[in-house]
Antibody
Framework: QVQLQESGPGLVKRSETLSLTCAVSGGSVNSGPYYWSWVRRSPGQGLEWVGYISYTGSTNYNPSLRSRVTISVDTSKSRFFLKVNSVNTADAAVYYC?????????????????WGKGTTVTVSS | EVVLTQSPDTLSLSPGERATLSCRTTQSVSSTYLAWYQHRPGQAPRLLIYGGSTRATGIPDRFSGSGSETDFTLTINRLEPEDSAVYYCQQYGDSPMYTFGQGTRLEIK
């Protein structure tokens, strides 16, 4: 059974870079066919999809965050990562990593079937 | 961008009762692209329903999803104390884009 575990610094200074890791256990990020996403929940915004990386390594991001976000993967250690540049107070949230199964024949994913418990990020001035 | 509005914001019911949670979208959405999640405090969110009405693995048949176009419903029969949680609907849209409703908090008295 696949499990996801987020980790990273709980506190980030405004204008700096937020870096989070999602460890995948019980499976592999490149075993396919899945998409691996980050979703965040902030008091003012509810749940917000941040972006994904696919089993092929392709990425896509929420247009509202695209200029500041990078998602990458370390297949050898079955982890994937989130970086958010130039953080501000609106980036304070609980960040979740998720898995999205591919639907045939579109090869897209429409929902997220595995979630981590989340990691809280606070932004300080 | 499609906006999902859930109602009510909070629902308080007793064990054994039925809960009906609504998710309305600003544009027509195929039920194929509609999912529901349960989020208990301190736990990982859990997929309940995908494809509008298909229960995820291990989800009891007390949970059911229905609806079409702009109006979707999650029904929970025979409520149990463990059903206390926040419930979210989510849709897939072109671009691609994934958007969520603001959530309904279900309290079991």
């Amino acid at each position: 059974q696949v499990q996801l575990q987020e980790s990273g610094p709980g506190l980030v200074k405004r204008s700096e870079t937020l870096s989070l890791t999602c460890a995948v256990s019980g499976g592999s990020v490149n075993s396919g066919p899945y998409y691996w996403s980050w979703v965040r929940r902030s008091p003012g915004q509810g749940l917000e999809w941040v972006g994904y990386i696919s089993y092929t390594g392709s990425t896509n991001y929420n247009p509202s965050l695209r200029s500041r976000v990078t998602i990458s993967v370390d297949t050898s250690k079955s982890r994937f990562f989130l970086k958010v540049n130039s953080v501000n107070t609106a980036d304070a949230a609980v960040y979740y990593c998720t898995r999205g199964p591919i639907v045939q024949p579109t090869l897209k994913f429409y929902y997220m079937d595995v979630w981590g418990k989340g990691t809280t990020v606070t932004v300080s001035s | 961008e499609v906006v999902l509005t859930q109602s009510p914001d909070t629902l308080s019911l007793s064990p054994g009762e039925r809960a009906t949670l609504s998710c309305r979208t600003t544009q027509s959405v195929s039920s194929t692209y509609l999912a529901w999640y349960q989020h208990r405090p301190g736990q990982a969110p859990r997929l309940l329903i995908y494809g509008g009405s298909t229960r995820a693995t291990g989800i009891p048949d007390r949970f059911s999803g229905s609806g079409s176009e702009t109006d979707f419903t999650l029904t929970i029969n025979r409520l149990e104390p463990e059903d206390s949680a926040v419930y979210y609907c989510q849709q897939y849209g072109d671009s691609p884009m994934y958007t969520f409703g603001q959530g309904t908090r279900l309290e079991i008295k």
